[in-house]
């Protein structure tokens, strides 16, 4: 029997909330033996969906919250009238020992800034990064920082190393991960001086993988290393661009296929190959951005998904928590000790 985990729910976060919150924790409790939910939100919209669910009644409980934070609610706002809301109350329920972690499929960059306010920065971490992984041509490829961070110095792009190789350890597996830094090239001497601070910094730290050195663009889809490493600016653009190129050739392929006759008999012929491919490719896979560097588990679930994608994203909550993802941090850090600091001059410029 697995130690019991009690995970928080903004249960009004994501577009098609609380049905796929619900859904998706119906889902999760089948997977993740041991685990409870604390469903945050609006009671009268949550009750009638766990009545029809009596198993996942039983280990659910509602905690009802008069407020929810709007897709687009601006970040000072929310932070000034959220503190009622769904995903406030989530999260305090973690600072508070309640829960063990919080999913939230609510609005991004109001969840960071909650969840850095209320949870805090691990010490010896001086930025939070929001950190998820990819599908590759050889499995899947963790990338950190997706938008939390949009300048960054060089101990900001080391620590990001470090925390993203525990991640593909803790959630992919992989014994001694691979890192790169993204760049405009792989010549020691490409890109600006910030990358190629950071790049020196990790030739010569002890760290929790491999340093491979600077990767580019195509590498990222290659597999080329475990975990790419870049500021929020650039990761976020990365990410964006993946998506959409991902999305583009899925209407490509419709359109080729319904072009004709032949072309759809084609398709019947192909069917359980492209049925392969879809499951490969199916974002539900990947949901679940986890905020590294926080006192405390927090995983983005993507607003979109359904109640698969949410299961997986509470999927990757539970990994975190039941691999110690935090501890081993803490105990890396320390490790590392001085290396991994911010230099004043620096750190004060950004």
């Known amino acids: 029997m697995s130690v019991q985990l009690v995970v928080a729910l903004d249960a009004m976060g994501g577009d098609h909330a609380p049905r796929s919150v619900v859904d998706g924790a119906d889902i999760a409790r089948l997977r993740y033996p041991g685990v409870t939910f604390l469903m945050f939100g609006d009671e009268a919209l949550i009750r009638p969906l766990l009545d029809g669910r009596p198993e996942l009644a039983r280990i659910a409980e509602i905690v009802h919250t008069p407020d929810a934070v709007a897709d687009d609610a601006k970040v000072a706002q929310a932070l000034r009238g959220g503190r009622k809301s769904s995903m406030r109350l989530a999260i305090d329920s973690v600072a508070e020992g309640r829960a063990g972690c919080v999913v939230s499929g609510g609005n991004t960059g109001v969840l960071m800034a909650m969840a ?4 805090k920065s691990l010490p010896g971490i001086d930025r939070p990064a929001i950190a998820s992984f990819l599908p590759t041509t050889r ?20 620590q990001f190393a470090v925390m993203g190789s525990i991640f593909a350890r803790t959630v992919l597996g992989v014994i001694q991960p691979t890192i790169g830094l993204l760049n405009v090239g792989s010549e020691e001497m490409k890109g600006n001086e910030t990358v190629r601070a950071a790049a020196q910094m990790l030739r010569t730290m002890p760290l929790p993988g491999i340093f491979h050195g600077f990767v580019e663009g ?22 964006k661009t993946a998506e959409g190129t991902a999305r583009l050739y899925a209407d490509f392929l419709r359109r080729t296929f319904e072009a004709s006759l032949f072309a759809r008999l084609g398709y019947l012929l192909a069917r359980n190959a492209f049925k392969k491919l879809r499951r490969r490719t199916d974002p539900r896979r990947y949901n679940g951005a986890m905020f590294l560097g926080l006192q405390g588990v927090c995983v983005k679930s993507h607003g979109g998904t359904d109640a698969l994608g949410f299961a997986n994203a509470v999927g990757v909550a539970v990994d975190l928590v039941r691999n110690g993802f935090n501890d ?3 105990d890396e850090i320390q490790r590392l000790g001085e290396g991994l600091a911010p230099a004043p001059d620096r750190a004060a410029a950004v």
């Open 218 to 239: 195509n590498d990222i889809p290659a597999g080329t290393v475990d975990v790419v490493v870049t500021d929020g600016f650039t990761g976020n653009i990365a990410l």
């Open 116 to 119: 850095k306010i209320v949870l």
């Open 328 to 330: 081993r941090i803490r």
């Open 139 to 158: 499995g899947e490829t963790v990338m950190l920082d997706l938008g939390a961070n949009i300048e960054c110095s060089p101990e900001n792009l080391t």
